[in-house]
T-cell receptor
Framework: EAGVAQSPRYKIIEKRQSVAFWCNPI?????LYWYQQILGQGPKLLIQ????????DSQLPKDRFSAERLKGVDSTLKIQPAKLEDSAVYLC???????????FGNGTRLTVT | GENVEQHPSTLSVQEGDSAVIKCTYS??????FPWYKQELGKRPQLIID?????GEKKDQRIAVTLNKTAKHFSLHITETQPEDSAVYFC???????????FGTGTSLTVIP
């Protein structure tokens, strides 16, 4: 089966600029997650979707981060405006159902200068 | 993650020796515990998982043990090889949720 696809692979922006990441989960996976992984740390959940509805966005900095999953398939994560501390790898993951094995994409490495 | 503690943060072993990584969790209702391996610059990949109805699960050189009473679970790698060098993360379900808290990771180095 095809894995979780993410793009771009790398992104370098200046602070206060905007950036968007895209994720295409494994076909048939109802649950989609966005994680932020800062260097040397474990993944931190930003938002979880079940189909096209938000299940949990309690750890999403909503003043600058937004995410959507239109039609319950692809998802985009946006940061506007970016801060230096947003430099991290943004991982998208999907699972067949909630609390089942996660399948991660290769991530987008964001550098904010 | 605040509900999962992982130790040690770094571990170096000689090739052929065993490696053990331990995680503790806080929610007694947690019932599923995966372990992920992340090589440098790559995505985390599931290597083994265990559900709370068993105490141990083994897959070739990798095993996971679960102690529900003490609320901890451990990853055991036997006959380590250089390609086992990576960062390993444990995870446990969040209380009242369907997502996972991840541990802070263990950087394993296998010395040839």
């Amino acid at each position: 089966e095809a894995g979780v696809a993410q793009s771009p692979r790398y992104k370098i922006i200046e602070k206060r600029q905007s950036v968007a990441f895209w994720c295409n989960p494994i076909s048939g996976h109802a649950t989609l997650y966005w994680y932020q992984q800062i260097l040397g740390q474990g993944p931190k959940l930003l938002i979880q979707f079940q189909n096209n509805g938000v299940v949990d966005d309690s750890q999403l900095p909503k003043d600058r981060f937004s995410a959507e999953r239109l039609k319950g398939v692809d998802s985009t994560l946006k940061i506007q405006p970016a801060k230096l501390e947003d430099s991290a790898v943004y991982l998208c993951a999907s699972s067949l159902v909630a609390a089942s094995p996660l399948h991660f994409g290769n991530g987008t490495r964001l550098t904010v200068t | 993650g605040e509900n999962v503690e992982q130790h040690p943060s770094t571990l170096s072993v000689q090739e052929g020796d065993s490696a053990v990584i331990k995680c503790t969790y806080s929610d007694s209702a947690s019932n599923y515990f995966p372990w992920y391996k992340q090589e440098l610059g790559k995505r985390p990949q599931l290597i083994i998982d265990i559900r709370s109805n068993v105490g141990e699960k083994k897959d070739q050189r990798i095993a996971v043990t679960l102690n529900k009473t003490a609320k901890h679970f451990s990853l055991h790698i036997t006959e380590t090889q250089p390609e086992d060098s990576a960062v390993y993360f444990c995870a446990a379900p969040r209380p009242h949720g369907n997502q996972f808290y991840f541990g802070t990771g263990t950087s394993l180095t296998v010395i040839p």
